[in-house]
Antibody, heavy 116, light 111 residues
Framework: QVQLQESGPGLVKPSGTLSLTCAVS?????????WSWVRQPPGQGLEWIGE???????NYNLSLKSRVTISIDKSKTQFSLKLTSITAADTAVYYC?????????WGQGTLVTVSS | QSVLTQPPSVSGAPGQRVTISCTGS?????????VHWYQQLPGTAPKLLIY???NRPSGVPDRFSGSKSGTSASLAITGLRAEDEADYYC???????????FGRGTKLTVL
C-alpha cells in the first residue's frame, strides 16, 4: 500500500526557508489524489497547509498562501514544501498525506524547530 | 480559532459509551461537505478513523461510528477500551475559507 516519508532539516533559522520533501512509495503519484501537507505545533491541533495534484495544480491555506510553495517531481515520486520567512510560530511537526476527500495515509511526521 | 468546534476533552470508564461533537456552520458541515474523523495516539501520526461522515476504513472496529446532521457531526465510541485514549479530530471543507479545516481536537481519557 502507499507509504509516505517526510525528510528535511530539523532546525531552521528565523527568517529562513523551511524545505521538506515527501517520498511516495507503493503507489502512483499520478493517481487521482491530492498530495498534502499538514502541520501540528507542539501540544496543539492540526493545520492544513496546502496540496498539489499530479498535474501541478495547487491549493493553499489562505493564511499561509503568501509564504508557501508546494511542488511535485513525478520522476522521483515525491512532492515538496517550501515555507519562507520562518518564525518561531512555524515550529511544528510537519506531516505529508494523500488526500482523496479524506487524508489517508499519513507520513510519520518530521519535527521542524525554528531557532537561531 | 477553528471553524469546527470540538470539546477539548471527554472521558469515560472502560465499557462505557462516549460521543465527541464537531460543530460547524453553513459554510462547512451545513453546506453538506463531508466530515472525516482521525485518531491520533500519543506520539504518532493521525490515522483515518471515519470517512464521509459514517464510513469505517477496513480494520477500524465497529465500536467507532460517525453521524452527521445539519451543521454538526458526531463520533461515538462504544465499549471504551484503554487503547482508545487518544486525541480525535474532525475535518471538513469550508467554502468561506476555500480550504480544508480541522477541529481543534478532543482528548479522550479512559478512566
Amino acid at each position: 500500500q502507499v507509504q509516505l516519508q517526510e525528510s528535511g532539516p530539523g532546525l531552521v533559522k528565523p527568517s529562513g526557508t523551511l524545505s521538506l520533501t515527501c517520498a511516495v512509495s507503493g503507489g502512483s503519484i499520478s493517481s487521482s489524489n491530492w498530495w498534502s501537507w499538514v502541520r501540528q505545533p507542539p501540544g496543539q491541533g492540526l493545520e492544513w497547509i496546502g496540496e498539489i495534484y499530479h498535474t501541478g495544480s495547487t491549493n493553499y491555506n489562505l493564511s499561509l498562501k503568501s509564504r508557501v510553495t508546494i511542488s511535485i517531481d513525478k520522476s522521483k515520486t515525491q512532492f515538496s514544501l517550501k515555507l519562507t520567512s520562518i518564525t518561531a510560530a512555524d515550529t511544528a511537526v510537519y506531516y505529508c498525506a494523500r488526500r482523496n476527500n479524506w487524508f489517508d495515509p499519513w507520513g510519520q511526521g518530521t519535527l521542524v524547530t525554528v531557532s537561531s | 480559532q477553528s471553524v469546527l468546534t470540538q470539546p477539548p476533552s471527554v472521558s469515560g470508564a472502560p465499557g462505557q459509551r462516549v460521543t465527541i461533537s464537531c460543530t460547524g456552520s453553513s459554510s462547512n458541515i451545513g453546506a453538506d461537505y463531508d466530515v472525516h474523523w482521525y485518531q491520533q495516539l500519543p506520539g504518532t501520526a493521525p490515522k483515518l478513523l471515519i470517512y464521509r461522515n459514517t464510513n469505517r476504513p477496513s480494520g477500524v472496529p465497529d465500536r467507532f461510528s460517525g453521524s452527521k446532521s445539519g451543521t454538526s457531526a458526531s463520533l461515538a465510541i462504544t465499549g471504551l477500551r484503554a487503547e482508545d485514549e487518544a486525541d480525535y479530530y474532525c475535518q471538513s471543507y469550508d467554502s468561506s475559507l476555500s480550504g480544508l479545516v480541522f477541529g481543534r481536537g478532543t482528548k479522550l481519557t479512559v478512566l
